[in-house]
């Protein structure tokens, strides 16, 4: 099975964020830091409470704000990062054809950087979001596929029908977003 793709800024970007938000250090680290900032809030609020009665409101206040709306502002950051990444390191790859050929035993892809071929043994798992599919390797690296450039409902179970390999792991998450 041959699928043509263009992928733009937004399909990199999608498989970033859907890689950031099932990765276990990924969650730690924002979980770590938003625990990190409303705690130094909240320390701040008790060693002002002797000296000064407006301070210590002052980042009591801050504490809560930053308790309530930080994740917000780590989403929003998160996705600034991931997007500035990669402009710097994959522009070159935005809008431009990837030819992805699916035999039994091999995945050969062709676009602007060249050509690979990619052992299907090497495949962990296939994800499939609402709007794309991404065809991960054993090595942390995928395959972007945009639902809407892919005119087949079927996808998932032909790639499997393809393989022969009972090991892949097929997750759908048909609801996920970022947050």
């Known amino acids: 099975m041959i699928v043509k793709v263009v992928l733009q800024e937004d399909d990199f970007l999608t498989h970033m964020l859907y890689s950031a938000s099932k990765s276990k250090r990924s969650k730690a680290n924002r979980r770590r830091s938003w625990l990190i900032i409303s705690g130094i809030f909240f320390i701040s609020a008790f060693l002002f409470r002797e000296a000064d009665g407006f301070f ?13 709306f930080y994740p917000f ?14 402009l710097d390191k994959l ?13 039994q035993d091999i995945i050969e892809t062709k676009d602007v950087t060249g050509e690979s071929k990619i052992n299907t043994s090497e495949l962990s798992e296939i994800n499939e979001i609402g709007t794309h599919y991404f065809v991960r390797l054993k090595t942390g690296d995928a395959l ?5 450039q892919v005119n087949n409902n079927s996808f998932v ?23």
């Open 157 to 179: 179970e032909d790639l499997l029908a393809i393989f022969q390999n009972p090991e892949i792991e097929v997750t759908k998450e048909l609801d996920w977003r970022w947050k």
């Open 73 to 86: 502002y780590q989403r929003y950051a998160y996705k600034r990062h991931y997007r500035k990444f990669l």
């Open 56 to 68: 210590s409101w002052y980042f009591l206040a801050a504490g809560v704000i930053s308790l309530i």
């Open 144 to 148: 972007v596929i945009p639902k809407q």
């Open 91 to 103: 522009s070159y790859r935005i809008g431009k054809e990837c030819v992805i050929d699916f035999e």
